[in-house]
């Protein structure tokens, strides 16, 4: 078994597949390493993306091929734009760098755009009509297709609207009618949002009349390039080496070689294949009907058939002669039985097997915010103005709660006593009730009633006597600590102690203290909200039980209002517990599920690309914005999964009878699956392993990609 070597090259990135024939009765083509998609910038950046990508290929090689990495040659698959009359003399000489730098012999090359049209001949016919984008970092490749031939290339400097540069290429053809309305894409970058980039072009409102109605883009994923490659190549490998294996005269596969290939030649030895050149003149006319193209029977049914044939004629041979030849009965019965066996088994093989596929597809997502009404005015849907139909729901509920108080107060006695005030100046003083006396450690007294302090009597000589005064005083606040030893001085207010002073003869006495738990303000409002969410919650259940087969409630804009309160304790009320009885009126507006739905299509019905459906699972965010008259007004937003449309019985169609190659190659062309799984029962040997010939014994499943 040999080891080739394609390496595709497109405008911005490179990427290489290692590949072999199998042995010559299965005539297949087996990959063997798939490298990865390497970017680059100029030719030195080229070689080195190849390099990189050959390693990974390489790396997924199994053991038994990594010793000696023997590569027998190498195709390449190139930009059209690198194609004029023929290969360019610059990319010839890189080409043969490249071959020479990975010491492989190349084998030819072909453009991307021939490789695209040779796949899709396949799967639709000869005469194609379409143009190719070839989508790389800083340039696109356009490359209109007529009739199936290749019209010539354009290649543009992207700039910042890529719809632009497709104008401006497709403009520098000079043809006399509009191109082909299917536009196919491919290459590197957010294919899907240049998709819709150019679909959303005014493509009609052109200077020149580019095409006659909006055009359909399609994706064509990069990997069938290679794939294609490949399996082309293989075909035209397997078929010379069976050539050489029976000893027979070389066959050539088509007039130009496969896709245009330069079959078995050096590179370095050749000049490049010729190539259609753009034409400064086209006159576009519609094709001739081809034939319809005939299936091939499936290989083992073609074996089966002939070998029914020849015996069938051996048969008629030996039953001419059974008239002379008498056989033994058990020879004839045991040779009908062979035939009923054999009818059976074909029956069994070809009604009896059963398969499923999963088409893995990863749902994109649709966003719409707008401003929506529910009105318990309307009955009806009114899409152009938002507006969906609602019914004012409420009720009253009441409830009873107790909680433990957790408020705390200090009370008790004020120690009182008597001092004697002493005056020390000149003058007569009175001072009023509630004087400041202040004691030891800043505990303040005030006087109980007024009281006048004579002045001071005497002369230097005999000495001064301070005029004095008693007063009942009584502690600024409760508390033991009030209750002062006698012999205590006191300062009056601001005055100073060498003028006013007072003192007490005897202890204070009567200062107690003691703490409650008393309600504040903090226990009642916890006690009302507590009791206010075990009503809601209540209320709730109670509003879902009156909703109608198919409405919802606005559970975000349920309204609140205290009907009553009462509570059995004030604030600073010396208790252990407060109980509270509360009645709340809840109301809220109620909606039909399906309202949302209908109004949601029509809302997104115009932002779903083309291929996608709307699926079924839904985001809906309501924000209450104001209340007018019996109309809610809301902040809506909308988000919605999409996903590809399958149509089912067009791929059991496409598949009934095939071998499983086939079906994963046309599997892997469908837009908007990322992957797929096959399970096939029973699982017959390979020569015999087909897809159900029945359509009732094939099932298809879409299932979400995690």
């Known amino acids: 078994m040999k080891i080739y070597l394609a390496i595709d090259i497109s405008l911005s990135v490179a990427k290489a597949v290692l590949w072999a024939t199998r042995d010559q009765e299965e005539e297949q083509v087996k990959i063997l390493g798939l490298g990865s998609s390497e970017f680059y910038r100029d030719e030195k950046g080229l070689l080195e993306a190849v390099e990189s990508s050959l390693n990974t290929a390489w790396s997924l090689v199994s053991p038994e091929f990594q010793l000696e990495r023997k590569v027998a040659g190498v195709i390449f698959a190139i930009p059209q734009s690198w194609m004029g009359e023929q ?44 143009v190719i984008v070839s989508v790389g970092d800083e340039w696109i490749d356009v490359t209109p297709i007529w009739q199936g031939k290749i019209l010539g290339s354009q290649l543009i400097e992207r700039s910042d609207n890529i719809t632009l540069d497709l104008e401006e290429g497709l403009s520098r053809f000079e043809i006399k009618t509009p191109f082909s309305p299917r536009i196919l894409i491919l290459g590197r970058g957010d294919l899907e949002e240049i998709r819709q980039t150019i679909l959303s072009y005014p493509w009609l409102e052109t200077e020149k009349a580019l095409f006659l109605h909006l055009p359909k883009v399609e994706i064509f994923p990069s990997r069938l390039v290679v794939e294609t490659l490949v399996v082309k190549m293989g075909e035209e490998t397997i078929l010379k080496e069976k050539t050489d294996f029976d000893s027979r005269e070389e066959i050539s596969l088509t007039e130009e070689g496969v896709l245009g290939f330069l079959k078995n030649k050096d590179v370095a030895q050749l000049e490049s294949p010729p190539s259609p050149s753009p034409q400064v003149s086209v006159e576009l006319s519609p094709p001739e009907p081809a034939e319809e193209e005939k299936e091939n029977a499936p290989f083992f049914l073609t074996r089966l058939l002939k070998r029914t044939k020849s015996l069938s004629e051996k048969s008629r041979e030996t039953l001419g002669n059974f008239k002379k030849i008498r056989l033994p009965r058990f020879l004839v019965m045991l040779f009908l039985s062979f035939l009923l066996i054999l009818v059976a088994l074909f029956i069994a093989w070809w009604y009896l097997p059963k398969a499923e596929i999963t088409l893995l597809v990863e749902p994109r997502f649709s966003e719409e915010n707008f401003l929506l009404a529910v009105s318990s005015d309307i009955t009806t849907i009114d899409v152009e103005n938002k507006i969906i139909p609602g019914r004012v729901l409420d009720l009253e509920v009441s409830g009873q709660k107790t909680i433990e108080t957790k408020g705390k107060k200090k009370v008790g006695d004020k120690a009182v006593g008597e001092v004697i005030i002493y005056n020390g100046t000149d003058i007569a003083k009175t001072f009023p009730v509630g004087t400041s006396l202040e004691g030891s450690s800043e505990m303040e007294f005030l006087t109980k009633a007024a009281v006048t302090v004579a002045s001071r009597s005497g002369s230097i000589i005999e000495g001064w006597v301070s005029g004095q005064e008693k007063a009942a005083v009584e502690a600024a606040d409760i508390g033991a600590d009030y209750n002062l030893a006698g012999g205590t001085e006191f300062k009056i207010g601001l005055f100073s102690g060498s003028d006013f002073i007072a003192k007490n003869e005897k202890e204070f006495s009567g200062g107690s203290s003691r703490d409650i738990k008393v309600v504040d303000k903090e226990d009642q409002e916890q006690l009302r909200e507590s009791l206010k969410e075990e009503l809601l919650a209540d209320g709730e259940k109670k509003l879902k039980e009156e909703l109608n087969e198919g409405e919802d409630l606005i559970e975000e804009n349920i309204d609140l209002e205290i009907v009553s309160e009462d509570f059995d304790h004030k604030i600073d009320d010396e208790a252990d517990n407060i109980f509270l009885t509360l009645k709340l009126k809840i109301s809220t507006l109620a909606f039909l599920g399906d309202d949302i739905d209908v109004l949601a299509e029509e809302v997104l019905k115009n932002r779903i690309p083309e291929g996608f459906i709307l699926g079924e699972k839904k985001e809906l965010d309501f924000k209450f914005l104001r209340q007018e008259k019996n109309k809610a007004i809301f902040d809506f937003g909308i988000k919605a999964n999409l996903y590809p449309q399958i149509d089912e019985e067009k791929i059991k169609k496409e598949v009934l009878g095939k071998r499983p190659q086939s079906v994963q190659q046309y599997l892997s062309s469908l837009s908007g699956v990322d992957g797929f799984e096959i399970s096939i029962d029973p699982r017959l040997p390979k020569y015999l392993l087909t897809f159900p010939h029945r359509r009732g014994n094939i099932k298809v499943i879409m299932k979400i990609k995690i």
């Open 87 to 130: 290969l360019k003399t610059e990319k010839l000489s890189l080409l043969r760098h490249i071959s020479r730098e990975m010491a492989v012999e190349p084998l030819g090359f072909v453009s991307e755009a021939e490789i695209l049209l040779s796949y899709l001949k396949e799967k639709e016919g000869k005469f194609l009509n379409l």
